[in-house]
C-alpha cells in the first residue's frame, strides 16, 4: 500500500517522488521547453533541481530537528500539494525564494543547540532577506526568526539586534552589485510589490477545488497537531510550534501577495507537509489514511487530465 511504502525513508521514496515532481514540472512548462531557446530551458531545468533540492531540505530539517518520525511523507506530502498547483511550477521566483526560506527555517529550528548563536541569527535572516528579493512578502518570515530568538536564546539583547546587522549587510551587498551591473542605487520601489486583493481566480475550479481541498485539511490536521504539540516534550514543543507559526506566516504572505494565481501558496506547502505529516503518525485508521495520501498523490492528476 502507499501508505507502507513511504513510511520508511529510503532513497527508492526520494527518486520516486522526485521524477513524480519532475513529470508535473515538465507538463507545466511543456510549451516553454518546446519554443524557448537553449538558454532559456538550461534555467527551467535549473529550477527544477531546485525544487528537487528544497525537497531534499525539507526532508532534511524534519529528520534533523525531529519534527516528524523516519519516513517519507513529508516529502511526497509536498510534492503533492506544489503540484496540484502548475503556476506554482512556472513561477521561478517564488519557487527560489522557497528554497531561501528552507535554508532559513533550518538555522532557526539549529538555535535550540545554543552553538553558533550569533551565526545562525545572521544566516538566517540573511536568507530570508535574499527570498525577499525575489518574492517581497517572504520578508514576513523574520517574525519567525524572531520567534527563535525568543524561544531560544532571547536572554540576550545582542542576539535580538543581530538580524539588522543581517539585513544591512544584505542591503549594502545588493546596492554595490546594482552601481557596479547598472550604475544605480538598489531602490525600496525595486524591492517592494504592492498586495492585491482580487482572489477571481479562486472561483475557476482549477484553483477552487485544490484551494478547498487543503483548506479543509489544514483545518482537520492543525487540531491534532495541536494536541500533539500538547503531549510533545519540552524540548519538541518550541519547533512544533515554530512549524505552525510559519504555516500562519505563509498564509499571511499569500493573502498579500501581488498576484493571486496559486503560486504565492508554495511557501505555505512544506510546513503544512510537516503538519499533515504529524497526522498521517498518529491517524489510527489505516484505510482513511491510505484514501487521503492516494487523493493527494492523484489530485495533480486529474486537475491535469480534466483541465
Known sequence: M??????????????????????????????????????????????????????????????????????????????????????ALKNNDVILA??????????????KSQREIVQKIFDATFWVGVASLFYFWSILFLFVVYFGILVHVGHRFKNWLVPLIALLTLLSIVTSADLLLTDTFYTFSDWYQSSSFNFDAYRQPILLIPAAFLFALTLWSSFFYMLIIQ????????????????????????????TKNGSELLFFFAPLAIVVTNYFQHMNDKWFKEILLLLIVLLPVLLLSIF
Not at 525513508?9 to 515532481?21: E, H, T
Open 98 to 111: 522557497n528554497l531561501f526560506l528552507l535554508l532559513s527555517l533550518r538555522r532557526i529550528l539549529s538555535l
Open 2 to 87: 502507499l501508505t507502507s511504502f513511504f513510511s520508511n525513508s529510503r532513497p527508492i521514496n526520494f527518486i520516486i517522488v522526485a521524477v513524480y515532481l519532475t513529470f508535473f514540472y515538465v507538463a507545466a512548462n511543456f510549451s516553454l521547453f518546446l519554443s524557448a531557446p537553449v538558454g532559456v530551458v538550461f534555467k527551467e531545468l535549473g529550477m527544477l533541481v531546485v525544487l528537487v533540492l528544497s525537497v531534499f531540505i525539507l526532508n532534511f530539517i524534519s529528520g534533523r530537528n525531529e519534527l516528524t518520525g523516519r519516513n517519507a511523507y513529508k516529502s511526497v506530502l509536498f510534492a503533492g500539494f506544489l503540484c496540484m498547483f502548475a503556476a
Open 231 to 258: 503531549k510533545a516534550s519540552a524540548n519538541s514543543k518550541s519547533s512544533l510550534f515554530l512549524i505552525l507559526l510559519c504555516t500562519g506566516v505563509a498564509i499571511t504572505a499569500g493573502v498579500l501577495a501581488p
